[in-house]
């Protein structure tokens, strides 16, 4: 059975360009999530949504960021300008069901390199 | 802003010694505690949920105990190997406005390293 399923697993662009990462959680799950690894801050969440509708997103650094679940098998996380304040490890995970105490499944990240 | 502590942020260890780290966090409003493993260049594996005041979640020769009433987590690893160099993180649950509380708030990690 597939994992979390994250694209690209790295990526390089100049500052000013517009990055689009996605996640592809694991079947029938309904909660997705987006973490942001940093040096600083330790792994931070970003969003999360269930059955495609945003549930919190006051973890979004900025309006640059955005992210969307069209459906229950695809989300995209973008940042637009990106600056190079925003390399990082970009983690996407899913859980079954709703709760603090549910198992997060995490996808293999997106390292993100801002020059 | 939830404070979720753990110490020490890195150990070194001989290969069989037995070890322990510690995870502190908000002993009010608790839902519950996991505890992650992360290998470098890996993805965080989740090795234990818990709950329950007293709880004691056991996965080979890695140990976890919970005090929630004072607040903090111990992770146990018994007869260490080098496969379990890795780093070491718990996370608390985060509540969100609409009371439901589901995005997880990350310690730093233990940062553990097995020597042969």
Known sequence: DAGVIQSPRHEVTEMGQEVTLRCKPISGHDYLFWYRQTMMRGLELLIYFNNNVPIDDSGMPEDRFSAKMPNASFSTLKIQPSEPRDSAVYFCASSLLQGAGETQYFGPGTRLLVL | IL???????????????????????????????????????????ALFVMTLNGDEKKKGRISATLNTKEGYSYLYIKGSQPEDSATYLCAFPVTYSGGGADGLTFGKGTHLIIQP
């Open chain 2, 3 to 45: 404070n979720v502590e753990q110490s020490p942020q890195s150990l070194h260890v001989q290969e069989g010694d037995s070890t322990n780290f510690t995870c502190s966090f908000p002993s009010s409003n608790f839902y519950a505690l996991h505890w992650y493993r992360w290998e470098t260049a890996k993805s965080p594996e």
